[in-house]
């Protein structure tokens, strides 16, 4: 056995009790005893544990030394098992098993204080968190910027100033845009009570009809929906609302882009680095193109409103116009993931300035709650009612992802550069959509993007796959096309 296979080998083995642990973890979210958390916690620091000594085993480096790559897929193999290696060993054994324990409890409380609209009972277990963090991200950061050094986990080669430039371009217009939408009046909403296991049953027909494949995958439901898993077991879920449809369907259409991605990567890849999507930007790319440029256009809307009525009964919208403009209704709110494509980008501006600041020290965890809702006020123009709204509505905190959350906006300038490229590749796009078949998409898709998995550089797909540079215009220009036409501005 040569050194490369080797290394394959074994890589192969601690991919597979990667799985194994991010099983644990949608098992937390969906299903666990709630009594089962603190014992949870010692379950999958243990798992880190085992993951982090073989992600750091003398071996592995002895094999890069030696390996030789056949094919530019080897090449790719060895710099991402390189990159894991090197940043492996930057962090102690001791920390990565602490840090897995503390969030996987921390996760927990965070539950519970968001329940209880209590900040006070969260904030405690977040300092440790992030005062964990910041020691793993001085660890990986080597003297340099610790917020980079964690946003590399997420978005390999991206800087927090270049997020920053993006964003500086991002915010006129999307703040100019936003004030005039909210100018005009709110287009009228669905109505009705709209059954839970009926919601279900459509999401994963919604599911389906966007190319999961249920054979290898599931649809449940949760707090916070998310996707987990790659290959041949790529799990999803959804949560429902007696009166607001939509958090359903979109949430479905959005976490099966995150989905399809996973099991649209060449079967070669499966259980290697390059068996996963590049980064959280790419990924989210994915999910946001199947649910707003996909899943929210007026030719999807026409089939999906003829969908609702037959499934529903009557849902309170005359026509498929009024549809498609309740389905794209700007309006004012708190919750990021149930945000319009117009304020969405405001949202992770916000937590992104805070978690730069958390990180580097500028804001103390014990001012988080006042920071948040005076930055909101400013950005929104109305106070935060109450926690859960606010500081205590999104989980990736308490679960220590620093670092992730501008990886949603760059996906969003990611989806506009290849949704620009799918209209030109795929002519009838509209009408094929206007009869439920996104099959035109979904196969551009999967080919220009997805079944490259890890293969290039994250900036290098997007780049490839639209025939431009990453650009956040395309993105702007279609949300002031798409939303002028709605409020007629």
């Known amino acids: 056995m040569t050194a490369f296979d080797a290394l394959m080998a074994f890589q192969r083995e601690t991919s597979a009790l990667a799985q194994v642990a991010g099983r644990l973890g949608w098992d937390q979210e969906t299903m ?26 003398p071996q592995v480096g002895e094999w890069l030394e030696t390996a030789k790559a056949r094919a530019p897929a080897d090449i790719a193999q060895i710099r991402e098992i390189r990159r894991a290696y090197d940043r492996a060993n930057k962090v102690p054994a001791d920390l990565a098993k602490r840090i897995a324990q503390v969030t996987s409890e921390a996760q927990g409380k965070w539950a519970a204080a968001r329940a209880a609209e209590d900040v ?114 790529v799990r999803i879920t959804t949560r429902t609302s007696p009166t607001d449809p939509f958090n359903c369907i979109y949430s479905t259409i959005h976490e099966v882009g995150h989905a399809a991605y996973e099991q649209g990567i060449d079967p070669a890849y499966a259980l290697t680095p390059l068996g996963q999507g590049v980064s959280m930007g790419v990924h989210e790319s994915q999910s946001r193109i199947y649910e707003n440029q996909l899943g929210r256009s007026r030719a999807f809307t026409g089939w999906l409103f003829d969908r609702m009525n037959a499934t529903f009964g009557d849902i309170g919208i005359a026509d498929a116009d009024a549809f498609y403009a309740a389905v794209n209704s700007v309006e004012n709110g708190y919750i990021r993931t149930e945000a319009d494509e ?11 300035d805070l978690e730069r600041a958390l990180m580097s020290g500028d804001l103390q965890v014990a001012d988080l709650e006042t920071a948040w809702n005076d930055r909101f006020a400013v950005d929104f123009g109305y106070e935060v009612d109450r926690p859960s709204n606010g500081c205590l509505q999104d989980v990736h905190w308490s679960v220590g992802l620093f670092g992730y959350f501008p990886t949603y906006s760059l996906g969003n300038v990611y989806a506009g550069c290849l949704n620009q490229a799918l209209r030109d590749a795929v002519p009838d796009l509209d009408a094929q959509l206007a009869a439920g078949d996104t099959s035109g998409a979904t196969d551009w898709l999967r080919e220009s993007v997805q079944r490259h998995g890890g293969l ?34």
């Open 32 to 57: 666990m005893p709630r009594g089962a958390a603190e014992q949870r916690g010692l379950e999958m620091s243990a798992m880190e544990s085992i993951l982090h000594a073989r992600r750091s085993a």
């Open 342 to 352: 117009v304020q969405y980008n405001l949202h992770i501006m916000l937590r992104f």
């Open 120 to 233: 006070a009972a969260f904030l405690p277990v977040l300092e440790e968190v992030v005062a964990l963090k910041r020691e793993e991200g001085a660890a990986l950061a080597n003297g340099g910027d610790l917020y980079d050094a964690m946003l590399d986990d997420y978005e390999p080669g991206t800087t927090g100033g270049q997020i920053s430039a993006i964003f500086d371009a991002m915010r006129p217009r999307l703040v100019d845009l936003r004030a005039a939408v909210l100018e005009k009046p709110k287009p009228k909403g669905v109505t009705g009570q709209f059954d839970d296991a009926t919601q279900m049953a459509l999401s994963k027909e919604l599911a389906k009809a966007f190319g999961y494949d249920l054979n290898r995958g599931r649809v449940d439901k949760a707090v916070h929906p998310f996707s987990s898993g790659s290959g041949s077991d």
């Open 456 to 489: 290039y550089a994250p900036r290098d797909v997007i780049k490839k796959a639209s025939g431009m540079e990453p650009s956040e215009a395309p993105l702007l220009d279609y949300l002031e096309a798409k939303f002028s036409g709605i409020y007629s501005l």
